[in-house]
């Protein structure tokens, strides 16, 4: 076989094994590695925060349930429980997030000094990072150093931060509300620690499917 024979064959059983790995990644069924870009198309779960303080509203999640399984069973359990029935946003960095979800210390009319350091009593959750960037709207589970410290934190992202691509897990996406989120009242300095009185979560409840 000549060299350019051998070039050429080898070219194309590269496009073949390609061809074999997108269908394979694709097939009905499987886990996804990128959601749907249009909202509400996923069929997850759907989670309603009823948000008060500077803003109020309602804002409707889609929960990735086939991308981040366990994080997505966590929020439901969660908000199930009522366990983030006034929970505040104790981290708010404008043009970067607005976290919360720190059941444990983040109840409103608590001492919030200790906001943002704790969790559920359920243990803490294995990573499920994905290809999923992180854009406005998206939803991420907060973690500490540790990939697989992900609990009952997450936080909801005001513009996009492609540094977090891969390093934290996407567990959903706000598709109705984000007008309400982009209100939620900025906390000061790096850390984005909220003074005074922060917005809270007035109740969290999941949606019958």
Same mark, same amino acid.
């Given at each position: 076989?000549?060299?350019?024979?051998?070039?050429?064959?080898?070219?194309?059983?590269?496009?073949?094994?390609?061809?074999?790995?997108?269908?394979?990644?694709?097939?009905?069924?499987?886990?996804?590695?990128?959601?749907? @870009?249009?909202?509400?198309?996923?069929?997850?779960? /759907? =989670? +309603?925060?009823?948000?008060?303080?500077? $803003?109020?509203?309602? !804002? *409707?999640?889609?929960?990735? @349930?086939?991308?981040?399984?366990?994080?997505?069973? /966590? =929020? +439901?359990?969660?908000?199930?429980?009522? $366990?983030?029935?006034? !929970? *505040?946003?104790?981290?708010?960095?404008?043009?970067?997030?607005?976290?919360?979800?720190?059941?444990?210390?983040?109840?409103?009319?608590?001492?919030?000094?200790?906001?943002?350091?704790?969790?559920?009593?359920?243990?803490?959750?294995?990573?499920?990072?994905?290809?999923?960037?992180?854009?406005?709207?998206?939803?991420?589970?907060?973690?500490?150093?540790?990939?697989?410290?992900?609990?009952?934190?997450?936080?909801?992202?005001?513009?996009?931060?492609?540094?977090?691509?891969?390093?934290?897990?996407?567990?959903?996406?706000?598709?109705?509300?984000?007008?309400?989120?982009?209100?939620?009242?900025?906390?000061?300095?790096?850390?984005?620690?909220?003074?005074?009185?922060?917005?809270?979560?007035?109740?969290?409840?999941?949606?019958?499917?």
């Amino acid at each position: 076989m000549s060299r350019s024979s051998l070039v050429a064959w080898i070219i194309f059983l590269a496009g073949v094994a390609l061809v074999a790995v997108y269908y394979f990644a694709t097939v009905p069924g499987s886990t996804p590695k990128v959601v749907t @870009d249009v909202p509400g198309e996923a069929g997850g779960t /759907r =989670l +309603v925060l009823t948000i008060a303080g500077e $803003a109020n509203g309602e !804002v *409707v999640i889609e929960l990735f @349930d086939s991308l981040a399984p366990k994080a997505a069973e /966590r =929020l +439901v359990t969660l908000a199930g429980e009522g $366990a983030y029935d006034g !929970v *505040v946003f104790h981290r708010v960095i404008d043009g970067f997030m607005a976290q919360t979800g720190d059941v444990e210390f983040g109840k409103d009319g608590g001492d919030l000094r200790r906001a943002g350091t704790g969790g559920s009593s359920y243990p803490d959750l294995p990573a499920e990072f994905s290809k999923e960037p992180f854009v406005a709207g998206v939803v991420g589970m907060a973690r500490s150093a540790n990939p697989d410290s992900a609990n009952s934190q997450f936080f909801i992202m005001f513009d996009a931060a492609p540094h977090l691509d891969g390093g934290y897990t996407v567990v959903g996406r706000v598709i109705e509300g984000m007008d309400v989120v982009n209100a939620i009242k900025r906390g000061e300095g790096p850390n984005g620690a909220v003074i005074g009185a922060p917005d809270r979560i007035v109740t969290a409840k999941v949606l019958p499917n």
